[in-house]
Structure formats: structure tokens, C-alpha cells
């Protein structure tokens, strides 16, 4: 038996994580045994690198390596024991934000993405995919009201844009692991289309 990997996407401020929570809580109520996580982060070396990879300047390589190093440690450490135990894991983004940020946002050409993708997970992939999906101008105003932006929040709309329309890329290139949603209405509303992609995923449970 292996266990369930959920991860979720958007760009900053499209609300990722104002609604892992109530995932978590869903999967709860119906007796799975959840464990929550992070990129960049999620083992004491991966949050290590995070703190650096957001605060200090660097170049795209670098920092789509420290991505991946940290990826690493955490497929190795956290994500496949926990799915070896059969746990429920929920990962506040994972490999399609290099594909979003790192690929659309620095420019970074796939010949380089591709490789350290196959490398890093080696099979280890998320079998559903949340994408948050909102104008960068939107979130950005949600950001604003939120918290202090850190190195890579700092980037200006067309980035934020470019990171979009990658993640778009990404959701036709796996129409059956990738999810869209909406993500401009009311909490109220994301909340009810997050719900009924799982009752939709998840009819047993
Ligand atoms: N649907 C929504 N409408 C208005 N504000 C929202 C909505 N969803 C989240 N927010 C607010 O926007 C900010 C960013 O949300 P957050 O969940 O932290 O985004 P992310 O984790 O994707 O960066 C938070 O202050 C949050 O309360
Ligand atoms: C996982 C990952 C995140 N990022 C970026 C996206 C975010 O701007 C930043 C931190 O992600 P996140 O933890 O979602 O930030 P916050 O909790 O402040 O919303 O790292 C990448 O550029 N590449 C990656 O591979």
C-alpha cells in the first residue's frame, strides 16, 4: 500500500496556503493519516538552503540548484517514507514551481529543468496537483495586505506573469494530474471548487 501526494501550486498570493488546511481536514474526517510539508523547505537542510535561496542574491543556476538540492533530501528524507507509511502528504508546492519560477520567471531553458527533475525524483511524482490560478495583479495586491515580500516576491508583474503562463504549460502537459483553480473569487468559493475536485478524486473516501 503506498500513500496519497498532493501538492499544491500558483504563484505567491493565489492562496496555496489558505486552503492546505482544509484539505488536510478533509482527508481527515475520512481517517487518512496526513502529513503536511513545504518547497522550498520540509527537512532541517532543506529549510536551510530556503532561508538562503530567499534572502541572499544569486544567479538562476544557482538557485534552481539549491531548489533542487533541497528536493532531494526531501524526496529521500520526508516524502517517500512518509508514502512508504501510506500517509495522506500535502506539499506546499513542489517540482512544477522550478518549472514555474525558475523556468518561466528566470528563463531557464528545459534542457537544464529536465534533467535535475528526473534526477531528483526518480519516479517520485505527485499524483494530484492543485494549481491556484490568478492574475499576477490580484495577487500581488492580496501579497501586499499579507506579509513582506522576500527576494523572489520582489519581482515585478511580468515575472510573476511568465511564472503564470508556465504553470498553465505545465497544467495541459498532465491534464490528469494537474488541477486549475480558480482562484479569483471569495475563499468561500475557492474553497468549494478545492472540495469537489477531491469528492470528484477521491469518490471512496
Ligand atoms: N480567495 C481569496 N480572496 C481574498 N483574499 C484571499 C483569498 N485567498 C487567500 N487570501 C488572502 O491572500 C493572502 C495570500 O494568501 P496565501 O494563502 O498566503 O497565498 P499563497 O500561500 O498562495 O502565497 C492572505 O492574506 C490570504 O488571507
Ligand atoms: C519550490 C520552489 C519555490 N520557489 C519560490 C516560490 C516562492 O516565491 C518562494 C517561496 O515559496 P513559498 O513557501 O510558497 O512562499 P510563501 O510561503 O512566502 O508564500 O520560492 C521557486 O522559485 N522554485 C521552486 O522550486
Redesign the pocket.
Known amino acids: 500500500m503506498t500513500g496519497r501526494f498532493i501538492s499544491f501550486e500558483g504563484i505567491?498570493g493565489a492562496g496555496?496556503?489558505t486552503h492546505i488546511q482544509a484539505v488536510a481536514d478533509w482527508f481527515r474526517a475520512r481517517g487518512a493519516d496526513v502529513q503536511l510539508s513545504?518547497?522550498?523547505?520540509g527537512t532541517p537542510l532543506a529549510e536551510a538552503l530556503r532561508a538562503l535561496?530567499?534572502q541572499s542574491p544569486m544567479g538562476s543556476l544557482t538557485?534552481v540548484l539549491l531548489?533542487f538540492a533541497g528536493?532531494r533530501d526531501h524526496v529521500e528524507t520526508v516524502i517517500r517514507p512518509a508514502l512508504a507509511a501510506n500517509k495522506t502528504l500535502l506539499c506546499?508546492?513542489?517540482?512544477d514551481?522550478?518549472f514555474a519560477?525558475?523556468g518561466g520567471?528566470r528563463g531557464l531553458p528545459l534542457s537544464v529543468l529536465n534533467p535535475l527533475a528526473d534526477w531528483v525524483q526518480e519516479g517520485t511524482e505527485p499524483e494530484l496537483t492543485l494549481w491556484f490560478d490568478l492574475p499576477s495583479e490580484q495577487a500581488a495586491a492580496r501579497r501586499a495586505g499579507a506579509?513582506e515580500a522576500?527576494r523572489?516576491?520582489q519581482q515585478d508583474l511580468d515575472f510573476f506573469e511568465r511564472v503564470r503562463t508556465a504553470y498553465a504549460q505545465r497544467a495541459a502537459a498532465a491534464p490528469d494530474r494537474v488541477v486549475r483553480i480558480d482562484a479569483t473569487g471569495t475563499v468561500e468559493a475557492v474553497r468549494e471548487q478545492v472540495l469537489a475536485v477531491l469528492a470528484r478524486r477521491y469518490p471512496a473516501c
Open positions: 505567491d496555496k496556503s513545504r518547497e522550498p523547505g535561496v530567499l538557485e531548489m528536493r506546499d508546492r513542489f517540482t514551481a522550478s519560477y525558475q520567471g506579509r522576500d523572489i516576491e
